[in-house]
């Protein structure tokens, strides 16, 4: 070892599903839509100025600061932005979880927080989903420095339903909630309704699932102006330009197409639920996913047998490995061909197993 | 101060140069360039696909970093990426100066070093530069947790000769030795020379100045493969896909065209060395500098007198406050028309005092 490698920061990165490439494979590993943004968000790239990018981006980004505040009828200063859910939410855990004290998040839950936790030296303690991997609020009566879930949860689909939100919000009066809110969209009731009563409730975003914009890297968060503002300040002592001009533009005009919005979500719970349907059929256990995916196990196929074979035949989806997931896959809703794609040869292996 | 309040991370957050908007305004504030980007970079923001945005940038923008390698004459594995060098310089203090030793700055440079280091927490100490602002190898002789500094050096513009840059080098064979190389494409040599004798080196550039693609927030860092490794792995654990793809792609169409930006930084480093003169000319003291700015101080009429008169013109250039800086301005480098407007207000406004 090099003397200047003992300084190394030591990290275990997390590992992003695989992207590969080609116009004939099926992707449904990366809970991406299946559906292009909105018509308006092409319009506006096509419309924007190459010269207008030798100057720096408004630091604030605060044309999409105000979309995205009256969108949810909030103050702007209610909204932070940043470079995908995954900045906002690792800045948030470098802003909100310096107590020393461990912060708390399901077992089973997005493989990230961890990762956030180990990278900036936060303590951490996971709290055991329950045998039908819900959350339940009670488990979070303990001493803490945070609590951190999403809802519906990953890679499970669950949704916990508003009124346990507010239970776990009201047993942390004293340190910040953040509730990451990826997969709302597809389902289930905002926390945004409970920030007028909890000062201390951040609710994340992302406009990569709903919205078809994950190649723009947009994420926010919602909570009172006082996380807001810390959350500022940390991000301004890091990079004061983190959202280019692009994501900007695009970003407000996503916004402003709610019907387009309401058409795709619509579509892709619709074959959501269908999807459910067919897996059941064909003897998988599904747990009834909330989110733009499904979360399933054969009861006599094994998940990595499956995983290896879809893989064959070109259609992606996502193994975990890891204790009380390694049996199920994670599948993306993604086009009513694609699905049928995926459930045909389902359908003719597992009757041949 | 509500209980959860306590916990918030301290920081002292850099304040980037305004964004005053308006087509009348003579922006010369924050070292952006006067000309577009390349025509290629138009003709590729035109040809985006916006559906194509709803699946995941490439992690690691491997297009982005072939063309940076091909460019520079490195393999892929010596090219890191991020969001402006802002985003590569602040992940690399999270990635090399975990010692607990000191990292070593000069004493007037980028206000950003000492922000990056009360942020994640990493021990400092600046190293006064000599009177006229030159950096002294020889300073840099004491025990460290590493050294880091920009050439041409902000807000001076005083370039370090490759030698010294060597000579420091030389002093610091076991941490790691960060050259800040924003401005280098406007005068001097690159340490990128030196990447073949020091596997602790290294070298951090930005597509903001050279490359009129601010709006892009594209910045690179070149070195060893185990330090570009050692930050990735960092990178990972932070945000997996932090260069979206319209940044991927006119990065890469930027890199693309020489010709282009040899013909922009010619009329920038021309522009520059006709303003040092008529600086000098109106009794204005003028730092020899190397890079898209100029570091000046009139010998009779205060900085600040003159930043405000300036700003009621709607002329904006930078005043810095601090010890050393605070009797300077500096002047980003614009287009002969902008820089005639400046001369002819300064002209006028000086003979008057």
């Known amino acids: 070892m090099k003397p200047w490698e003992a300084y190394y920061r030591s990290v275990t990165p997390y590992v992003?599903?695989?992207?590969?490439?080609?116009?004939?494979?099926?992707?449904?590993?990366?809970?991406?839509?299946?559906?292009?943004?909105?018509?308006?968000?092409?319009?506006?790239?096509?419309?924007?100025?190459?010269?207008?990018?030798?100057?720096?981006?408004?630091?604030?980004?605060?044309?999409?600061?105000?979309?995205?505040?009256?969108?949810?009828?909030?103050?702007?200063?209610?909204?932070?932005?940043?470079?995908?859910?995954?900045?906002?939410?690792?800045?948030?855990?470098?802003?909100f979880f310096n107590s020393g004290k461990p912060v708390l998040f399901p077992d089973v839950t997005y493989s990230f927080y961890p990762v956030w936790a180990e990278l900036f030296g936060v303590p951490y303690e996971t709290v055991p989903l329950d045998e039908s991997f819900q959350i339940r609020p009670e488990d979070y009566a303990r001493e803490n420095g945070g609590v951190l879930f999403p809802n519906p949860n990953a890679p499970t689909g669950c949704y916990l339903p508003l009124e346990q939100v507010e239970a776990i919000l009201r047993l942390n009066r004293d340190v910040a909630v953040i509730v990451d809110e990826a997969y709302i969209d597809f389902g289930g009731t905002s926390a945004r309704e409970l920030l007028d009563r909890y000062e201390n409730l951040l609710v994340v975003r992302t406009f990569s699932k709903s919205r078809s914009l994950a190649g723009m890297r947009i994420g926010y968060a919602m909570g009172a102006p006082s996380l807001i503002r810390a959350m500022q300040n940390v991000k301004y002592s890091y990079n004061s330009y983190t959202m280019d001009l692009p994501s900007i533009r695009l970003g407000v005009e996503s916004i402003k197409d709610e019907a387009y919005f309401r058409e795709t979500v619509g579509r892709i719970t619709a074959t959501r639920e269908r999807a459910k349907e067919r897996f059941r059929g064909l003897g998988f256990v599904c747990t009834d996913s909330m989110a733009n995916f499904l979360f399933v196990r054969h009861e006599k196929v094994p998940a990595e047998e499956l995983f290896e074979v879809l893989r064959e035949q070109q259609i992606y989806v996502r193994h975990f490995r890891g204790p009380r997931v390694s049996d199920y896959l994670r599948v993306t809703v993604g086009t009513e061909e694609e699905m049928e794609a995926l459930f045909q040869f389902l359908g003719s292996y597992v009757s041949r197993r």
């Open 16 to 95: 992003p599903g695989e992207q590969p490439q080609g116009a004939r494979l099926i992707k449904l590993n990366t809970n991406e839509n299946p559906y292009p943004p909105a018509p308006g968000v092409a319009r506006a790239l096509k419309e924007l100025d190459a010269s207008a990018l030798r100057k720096y981006p408004d630091p604030a980004a605060s044309e999409l600061t105000a979309a995205l505040a009256g969108y949810h009828g909030l103050a702007p200063e209610q909204i932070f932005v940043g470079v995908g859910s995954d900045d906002v939410l690792g800045m948030a855990f470098l802003t």
